[in-house]
């Protein structure tokens, strides 16, 4: 069964970090992209940064560039989302679903996780 679990988001202050895990089973990792997209009430979904496993080679939007690291750990069929300097823009539910290198749309994903959510407050 396939299967993605995100964990490791909560409340932070501005300028805080967080590292979200997505936790894969059921398929084999290296062929696929995993990306991290996020979603704020009222909002739609959108991509946030994606790694080919395989290669490792990431890429990110803009408006996380420079504060946020992807990353996986093939041993551990893991991907992580490190976020450092958060704002409170930055607040959302934060979602892994694997998909394929050349796209961060979200409707090119599948196997979404629950989903966990952070919150980027004073």
């Known amino acids: 069964q396939v299967q993605l679990v995100e964990s490791g988001g909560g409340l932070v202050q501005p300028g805080g970090s967080l590292r979200l895990s997505c936790a894969a089973s059921?398929?084999?990792?290296?062929?696929?992209?995993i990306g991290w997209f996020r979603q704020a009430p009222g909002k739609e979904r959108e991509g946030v940064s994606a790694?080919?496993?395989?290669?490792?080679?990431?890429y990110y939007e803009d408006f996380v560039r420079g504060r946020f690291t992807i990353s996986r750990d093939k041993a551990k069929n893991t991907v992580y989302l490190q976020m450092n300097s958060l704002k409170p823009e930055d607040t959302a539910v934060y979602y892994c679903?694997?998909?394929?290198?050349?796209?961060?749309?979200?409707?090119?994903?599948?196997?979404w996780g629950q989903g966990t959510q952070v919150t980027v407050s004073s």
């Open positions: 679903a694997r998909g394929g290198w050349g796209t961060l749309d979200p409707s090119d994903y599948r196997s």
């Open positions: 059921g398929f084999t990792l290296d062929d696929y992209t």
């Open positions: 790694i080919k496993i395989s290669d490792g080679s990431t």
